[in-house]
């Protein structure tokens, strides 16, 4: 079994930066796709930004596209979110994810049998 920890939410102004952080145990994940979806109160979860162990490619939504980078250090099974230039229609609870039969980083949330709990962001304008 996969274990998913996410840190580094918090609440900051339109404009500024964070860095989320996933740490995954239980196994390694360097043959594991990784991905990072959100959930905003009263929609539905979201692909942000996915990496693709097989072809290395790092995939994102066109809302966060320029703004956010997926980073990950395989060997130390844990993947960072830098989000720069934060906007309020950022908002929303941050989740990490992770499988390994995921093909070339999946943007649906379904594929992704591994999950973290969740960390809040909130961006106040």
């Known amino acids: 079994q996969v274990q998913l920890v996410e840190s580094g939410g918090g609440l900051v102004q339109a404009g500024d930066s964070l860095r989320l952080c996933c740490t995954g145990?239980?196994?390694?994940?360097?043959?594991?796709?990784m991905a990072w979806f959100r959930q905003a109160p009263g929609q539905e979860r979201k692909f942000v930004a996915s990496s693709s162990w097989s072809n290395g490619n790092t995939y994102y939504a066109d809302s966060v596209k320029g703004r956010f980078t997926l980073s990950r250090n395989s060997a130390k099974n844990v993947a960072w979110l830098q989000m720069n230039n934060l906007k309020p229609n950022d908002t929303a609870i941050y989740y990490c994810?992770?499988?390994?039969?995921?093909?070339?980083?999946?943007?649906?949330?379904?594929?992704?049998?591994?999950w973290g709990q969740g960390t809040q962001v909130t961006v106040s304008s």
């Open positions: 145990t239980g196994r390694i994940l360097s043959r594991y796709d």
């Open positions: 994810a992770a499988d390994s039969a995921v093909q070339d980083g999946s943007t649906e949330w379904i594929e992704y049998s591994y």
